[in-house]
């Protein structure tokens, strides 16, 4: 059966599983701790702001460099006149915010948390197991029914569902390649669409330019995860679309020849030697000031940096080069991992279901989405159309707080769009075509078995990257390349691989 398919049984089970009121894997028990009334079930569409009790809640989310959260956001003016709830939005200063706030005694109502962390401490009790309260939950329901694929990434292996998954703006996740068109222009140069291209490439540009980067990436030894599918993998665990079995990417003979053409850009200089530790303020600059002209982003920054860059300045979007297999590809991710988690001891339970059902109706997805007529867009010939202080998607993010963390369930990927210009259009169209068949995600394991690989599992991933790293600045010489591999299955590769397996497996027989 194919995966998508699966997908789509797999997630209406689950959802049945949900509303048949699953117990908790593992004896980890919800504590609610006295969370107040829970509001009558109700059918989607169906909450009055007038009627609805007037409440307080603190969220917690994570602080983009791009839209920065501002307090006098309009969307929550626009949540309140819906709901007559205000949020308070608190915003994380590190990556141990999560775990201070969990451990604080005084823990927000709402949270914005990855798939792993919900899983993590859903299962030691601080966030609530929706699934027990669908009946109070009709649009996210509905929304469910619709997309089970969504419903599968967000439920546990014993139906327990800690956090509910943001969908509609994925497009905008998609790592893409793109170029200095109007350099490549100026000195007839044709996109490279092989590796072998990309370094001749590089090399004509280093020429014309030698104080420069001709190829720049920012997220270090992570990048791997994007370049791996122009030849055939993801670095890590994924399910093989040729087998449909759990694979070890870094295994795989066409990772070694990205690694020795990384090592061959660097020992060469076509890539910053900085790489490692390469921020995004860095990486802009370089872009915006001649040093670098081919890249690999997230999509959205194509239309950030071309309204930045100046003097004719443009980049363009360009289709993954291929470096080994038959066809190149970018990861395939038009999808979201961020979600919203419930805490177990909030005080408002009632405001916080009705919060998370408004923001997954149909007129939740609309006013989180576009706003409202008069105050951020018009109508003209029958078309909503953004005020023209609106010029760029990330303005709506930026200004007004729409379709940011925690701030919508669902999205119409379409008000993003609509502000976008021929040339982001293009590129959305284009990314499309160019997504590996299956997605660089893991299987959900049950708490006993993520406990059996962690401290494994970390090892593994530390002495990846360490040694991969290595052999790119060419510290250690890739002849040593089959002693690491050696090395990785001493550290314990299969038995990952194996649990994994278990997990996908269990996936599969939901179909059979």
Known sequence: MKREKKLGLIGAILVA????????NGGANV??????????????????????????????????E????????????????????TIEQ?????????ALAIASGDMPDLF????????KYGMQGAFLDLSEHMDKLPNLKKFLDSK???????????????????????????????????????HNLQPPTTWDELYETAKTLKELYPDSYPFSFRHGVSTLNSFGPQ?????YMYEDPGTGKIKYGVTDPGFKVMIEYLNKFYQEKLIPQDWLSMDYKAWTQQVATDKTFMTIQYIVQIEIMNSQLQNGAHLKFMAPPLGAGEKAYIPKADFETYGIAVSSKTKNLDAALRYIDFIYSDKGKDILSWGKEGESYTIEDGKRKFLPQFKEPNDLRKELGLMTSAAYGVADFEASLSLSN????????????????????RPVLTDEERNSITDTEDQLNKYYESSVAKFIIGETPLSQWDAFLEELNKIGAQKIIDTYQVGLDRLNNITK
């Open 422 to 441: 021929e040339n982001e259009q293009y590129s959305y169209t284009e990314a499309m075509k160019y997504q590996f068949p299956t997605m660089n995600v």
């Open 17 to 24: 599983s949900m509303l048949a009121g699953c117990s908790n």
């Open 31 to 64: 504590n609610v701790n006295d969370p107040g009334t829970a509001a009558p079930a109700a059918s989607p569409e169906s909450t009055e702001p007038a009627s609805a009790p007037e409440a307080t809640l603190r969220l917690l989310t994570d602080l983009k």
């Open 90 to 98: 608190e915003t994380w200063t590190g990556p141990e915010s999560l």
């Open 112 to 119: 914005t948390v990855f798939p792993q962390d919900a899983q």
């Open 148 to 186: 089970p694929d969504v419903a599968e990434r967000m439920t546990s292996p014993g139906g327990e569902m800690y956090h509910v998954l943001n969908d509609g703006t994925g497009a905008s996740n998609l790592m893409v390649w793109f170029y200095r068109d109007d350099v490549f222009a100026k």
């Open 66 to 85: 791009t839209y920065p959260p501002k307090p006098d956001w309009a969307v929550w003016k626009w949540v309140k006149e819906e709901t007559n709830i």
């Open 231 to 235: 030849f055939g993998v993801y670095p």
